[in-house]
């Protein structure tokens, strides 16, 4: 079997491969008709189409790492966090997804140290939210408040930038999972500003999971997740 690709609509074969699944970059944005025909061994064909809009890429695309049960030390130790600046700066890293769970065992001026050094440095500081089962949303929704109390009148320079959901549905219900993410981000924007005004509104940011492409097993408003 083997896989002919159009990736502009124009009717000819762009590329042919043996597998089903193909990466490709297009020069410029804008909306395309891609095309696929399914040859198998007796030539037999099938073509389907799609049609795809691409966005201009992002001037300033996140270079991130997670970073999950030394977050804490980052904050308490100066010789680890050198050494992670180091690597930041060898790697381009220009965002850190640091784990709440971690940096809850460290005082309130020692995460603010830590996250102005990094701003320092050019590093968004984002918080890491990790969770799974029935009650993963929960816990996420339980921990925004005590970011946002966090920022609140703290200069800029100390204050996270962002929140990251590493939130998986484990054994619970997809269903019901989905409904709730899909109610958690309707509410975010809200939750997410502090009540003083020199709090930052927190960027939200997500783990994409094979789940999230689970949309026939999700209510309509889900589809939006996806």
Known sequence: ??????????????????????????????????????VDQTGLSDTNTITTTV?????AQKQAIYIWGYADELATDSKVRQRFLDRASEHNWNTAYLSWGALSEVDNEERADLVRTLHQNDIESHVLIG??????????????????SFNENRPRSEQFDGV?????PGQADINVFLTEYQTFLSDFEAQSSGDSGNSRELEMSAAIGWWWDQSDKAPQATDELV
């Open 131 to 148: 969770s799974a089962g029935t009650n993963a949303i929960d816990v996420v929704d339980k921990t925004i408040p005590e970011i946002t």
């Open 55 to 59: 966005q201009p890429s992002s001037t």
């Open 164 to 168: 990251h959901l590493d939130a998986e």
């Open 1 to 38: 079997t083997r896989y002919q690709w159009d990736f502009n609509g124009d009717g000819l074969v762009d590329k042919t491969t043996q597998s089903p699944t193909i990466t490709h970059s297009f020069d410029q944005p804008g909306e395309y008709t891609i095309g696929v025909t399914v």
